[in-house]
């Protein structure tokens, strides 16, 4: 029997990385020395970073009904040097398409070893 062959170029091996996140909060400007208003500016943990985002199934979001925090998404980033604050704002694009895809806010950052299950809420930014 005779077997089939077929190229696969390297970026579909890697598909699980299909968006970009930023992950931020909005820090006060306050005042210069002179007394004038600077603009609220967005503190990074994360810039453009490759992450795997998954909706949460029915019953996974029904067990957490109730309990002190409710997600929608789960998403799977690696560990950072800072740790990222509930409540921080998540940006995400899909890998290679301009424009933000969908806003998130954390609602729970979990430290797996190699890398932070952090679940979502919509209606982040």
Do not use: C
Not at 94 to 117: D, K, M, Q
């Amino acid at each position: 029997m005779r077997s089939q062959r077929f190229e696969v170029a390297d970026a579909d091996l890697y598909d699980e990385y299909a968006f970009e996140v930023d992950i931020y909060v909005m820090t006060d400007g306050g005042q210069d020395e002179w007394g004038n208003e600077i603009p609220p500016s967005k503190d990074y943990y994360s810039q453009n970073q490759l992450v795997d985002i998954q909706a949460k199934s029915g019953t996974k979001r029904a067990a957490e009904s109730g309990t002190i925090y409710e997600s929608t998404h789960l998403m799977f980033h690696p560990v950072t040097e800072r740790k990222i604050p509930v409540g921080a704002s998540v940006e995400v694009r899909l890998t290679g398409i301009p424009g933000v895809h969908e806003a998130y806010s954390v609602v729970f950052v979990a430290n797996r070893g190699p890398h932070l299950e952090i679940d979502l809420i919509g209606g982040g930014t």
